[in-house]
């Protein structure tokens, strides 16, 4: 059965038009942009909660397996193209909307972005979970409702400055608050030991309560009436605790300590790197993990009555470490509130878990001091030295008294401050252990759980990342969109990405090259009017546009990057007439935030703007040579650079990306990559540039240049023995030379920038010393390809043709069999 809501461009006038005067209170004959927004999300809005109320109503019935998916991070960005793309009536709304006087696009570019999260990890999510609703799977997404997103990005004098991001500020249409689904979350006090019914049991006496209230935000999928929910929860004051403050006859202080409540879920923790003991972020995670395990619980006792069963009907899906308290407070209801055996709650918590690291290196890992823990989660303390000591117990059997091997794996670490480590907790209770890429899969086996793995291989996994198609080109660049379904003969390959393989056979065809041209020309300019109206630079369309955007760590190498550009800036500057010719003009393009208190990154930002300002301003090189800093990049902005971008680079130093996603969507964008072998890079050459099929794979093994992408650098295997070596080998003389301009104030700030250039110079742990030639190479060979448009084209055309495989669809089919266990449930028609 259809909704009650009609699709023609009529009637969404109309509902767009009662929005306005009833929703917006604006009068339905003058509003302007910003409110014809607002009406027209309420009217989408309307007809995602009827699809979800269906899909919720279907998934009750049918009583499937679900999937939870667990994240303290979603990083969504803008709904309203995403939605009315995924329903199907994006030109419905279009028609209406001119009928009104207003441009679709215009209206869309008024919506901020939902930022709930701070890069890789976080908008993988996102993209898993369009996957998820797309593909018909009973799945929920779980995270935190935070007031503030991830900080702003303001560039003052080329320096990094953040502002708050207060991003509910005018009202979020897309999300619903369910008052009556709330629930109490517990913290501090103290555990006593009480015997009920004759047996010893353990009650926790909370100190502080909260209580946390749902806030349902739909995702619809594509080509489907299925509607899934992403729950996100926010603190609100409990009623419960709060008679007794105010009875104390403290008025004032009794609404201000109420007011505390809610600063739990105000701030998203901006740094993605290593986790820092505080007490806060702490609340965060139980905060989440323990409101979404009483709604799960609930849903489940709503259908069940036997836990035994709870297994064959929940998948919990862990997204990094972030939610593993979620193992521990499953083990704790079952034992202290349902009254479980020990033994029955632990079988049933130990079928429950999936775990996906995105770390690479034990120091990235979470551990939490035993002293923050134990004051703030006392019983969960005390649950999890039991299960460390059954585990170890146990292990001791296996392995006998290798006591090194005992204290690695222990849950507990016996350091100066004492620990648990939430990864060792994972792999232990978790039946799945995914790594996000096959090298990071094989690092997990090799290195980071070599001793977890050599006891139960059978639970690690690969779970290659993939991002989705219908954000990535539906969505951002809707004229490659076109074209694909014009020389595809179809749309199917929006649900069905590997139909774009049938792109191959046409990779050498005029006409599709010319209009493969025209559609990457639009999106250049689209990229270059926002470069010249945030930055007033001008740039030739004629460039080569060359993008690195990503999150700023010294790993991902824009330093790299930028040492490169002030190179390819001091050839120009020695050229003559007839040398400066023949160079391929480039439109250098960086993008990134630091963690606010990374200074390396900020240096690195600042340097980066400093050269820009140097270079942008030279008249000698004109054209030739453009560097951008884009402030403030996040999703809406990465919609706009990636359909834009020639060439994409990511230079990462081997075996410090886990996987990398950026890359994937440039692959889509029809763009060349330049980088190093490293995470999903090294699959993306298997299933693109590695292969021999036919005249269109060359290679030019002398420069390891695969026909569709740039490759430089040390592979994994070589970077030990390059970093054992250390500072002895060579300081090439191109980089001695980028770094002397540096250090000699070419770019002014010498003494600030000081340390980046020792930091080459010196143990250059990084290895930007040792892959600078071959990086330079990679960049010559860039060159020379995108002076042969044809070929450039051809190029072009095969990497979107070779992206299928790195579609979220891909990843979440895999999760759903291989580790969830779920099946598709797909709300009918005739229903
Ligand atoms: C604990 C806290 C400080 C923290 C918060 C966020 C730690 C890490 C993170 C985020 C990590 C992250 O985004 N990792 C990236 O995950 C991507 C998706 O799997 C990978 O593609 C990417 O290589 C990895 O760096």
Redo the contacts with the bound molecule.
């Keep these: 059965m259809d909704g009650f809501l009609k699709n023609d461009p009529i009637s969404l006038q109309k509902d767009i038009l009662y929005h306005v005067e009833y929703t917006v209170a604006r009068s339905r004959f003058s509003f302007d942009d910003f409110e014809a927004y607002q009406a027209l999300a309420h009217s989408v809005r309307d007809r995602l909660i009827e699809r979800s109320h269906d899909t919720q109503l279907y998934f009750k019935r049918k009583d499937p397996k679900r999937a939870y998916f667990l994240s303290l991070?979603f990083l969504m960005g803008r709904s309203l193209s995403n939605s009315v793309i995924n329903l199907g009536i994006r030109d419905q709304y279009a028609d209406a909307l001119s009928q009104l006087g207003f441009e679709f696009e215009v209206l869309a570019e008024q919506e901020g972005d939902a930022a709930l999260g701070?890069?890789?990890?976080?908008r993988?999510s996102a993209c898993q979970m369009d996957s998820m609703a797309t593909l018909d799977y009973p799945a929920w997404g779980y995270g935190l409702r935070y007031q503030y997103g991830l900080f702003r990005q303001v560039i003052l004098d080329g320096f990094q400055h953040e502002q708050p991001d207060f991003w509910l500020n005018f009202g979020n249409p897309w999300e619903t608050e369910r008052v009556h689904v709330t629930y109490p979350v517990k913290f501090y006090g103290t555990v006593e030991e009480e015997i009920l019914n004759g047996q010893k049991c353990n009650a926790w006496n909370p100190g502080e309560v909260v209580e946390a209230v749902a806030y349902d935000n739909p995702i619809p999928g594509y080509g489907t009436r299925n509607t899934i929910t992403l729950r996100l929860w926010a603190g609100k004051p409990s009623d419960q605790r709060d008679m007794e403050a105010f009875n104390t006859g403290d008025y004032i202080n009794a609404v201000v300590s109420r007011q505390k409540a809610e600063n739990i879920s105000s701030v998203l923790?901006p740094?993605?790197?290593?986790?820092q003991g505080k007490e806060l972020r702490l609340k965060q995670q139980y905060f989440f993990v323990s409101a979404s395990m009483q709604d799960i619980i609930r849903r489940f006792k709503d259908a069940h009555s036997n836990f035994d069963e709870f297994p064959e009907k929940v998948a919990l899906q862990l997204n990094?470490t972030?939610p593993s308290l979620a193992i521990v407070e499953v083990m704790r209801v079952l034992v202290d509130e349902e009254h479980l055996d020990w033994n029955k709650a632990w079988d049933i918590v130990c079928k429950l878990f999936s775990f996906t690291i995105?770390?690479v290196i034990a120091e990235?890992l979470?551990k939490i001091p035993v002293d923050l823990l134990g004051s703030l989660l006392p019983r969960h303390l005390q649950i999890i030295y039991d299960i460390n000591f059954n585990f170890v117990e146990e292990l001791k059997k296996r392995i006998g008294l290798d006591y090194d091997r005992l204290s690695r794996m222990s849950i507990v670490e016996e350091a100066a401050v004492k620990s648990i480590r939430m990864a060792n907790l994972s792999v232990v209770c978790s039946h799945t252990v995914n790594g996000?890429s096959k090298v990071h899969s094989e690092l997990l086996r090799t290195k980071l759980f070599k001793d977890f793995y050599e006891l139960w291989p059978e639970k690690f996994q690969c779970k290659t990342?993939g991002v989705t198609q219908r954000r990535w080109i539906v969505v951002s660049n809707p004229s490659l969109c076109a074209l694909l379904s014009k020389w595809l003969g179809t749309e199917a390959w929006i649900r069905n990405v590997d139909l774009l393989t049938g792109l191959r056979e046409y990779a050498e065809d005029a006409d599709l090259q010319q209009e493969w041209m025209m559609v990457k020309k639009v999106n250049k300019m689209r990229l270059a009017e926002y470069i010249e109206a945030m930055s007033g630079v001008k740039v030739s369309l004629d460039a080569m546009f060359d993008v690195q955007t990503k999150r700023i760590h010294e790993y991902k190498r824009q330093l790299l990057n930028i040492l490169g550009i002030i190179h390819r800036y001091d050839c120009i500057k020695n050229m003559d007439k007839s040398q400066r010719s023949k160079v391929v003009p480039r439109v250098c393009i960086i993008g990134g935030k630091a963690a606010p208190g990374y200074e390396v990154a900020k240096k690195i930002i600042k340097l980066c703007n400093a050269v820009a300002e140097k270079i942008n301003n030279d008249t000698d090189v004109g054209d030739l040579l453009k560097l951008v800093f884009i402030p403030d990049y996040n999703v809406s902005l990465a919609e706009v650079v990636i359909p834009g971008a020639d060439l994409s680079q990511h230079l990462s130093t081997a075996g410090h990306?886990?996987?990398?996603?950026g890359s994937m969507k440039f692959l889509m964008n029809g763009c060349l990559l330049l980088a190093t072998e490293d995470?999903s890079t090294v699959e993306i050459i298997e299933e693109i540039g590695g292969r021999e099929s036919g005249k269109c794979y060359l290679r030019d093994n002398s420069l390891r240049i695969c026909f569709l992408q740039f490759l430089f650098g040390a592979k994994i295997h070589e970077v030990p023995e390059l970093r054992e070596k250390g500072p002895a080998h060579k300081l090439p003389l191109q980089c001695a030379r980028v770094l002397g301009l540096i250090r000699d104030g070419h770019f002014g700030f010498e003494d600030y920038f000081q340390s980046l250039c020792d930091s080459v110079e010196g143990d250059d742990f990084y290895l930007l010393c040792s892959d600078f030639g071959s990086y330079l190479e990679a960049q010559a060979a860039a060159d020379k390809a995108f002076a042969d448009p044809k070929k450039w084209t051809q190029m072009s055309i095969l990497s979107t043709a070779g992206s299928g495989r790195f579609s979220s669809d891909r990843t979440i089919r895999d999760y759903a069999e291989k580790s969830w266990g779920i099946e598709p449930c797909r709300f009918p028609s005739e229903f």
């Design positions: 991070e701070n890069g890789g990890l976080a993988l923790y740094d993605d790197r290593s986790y990094d972030h995105h770390a990235g979470e996000v990342n990306e886990a996987s990398g996603t995470g």
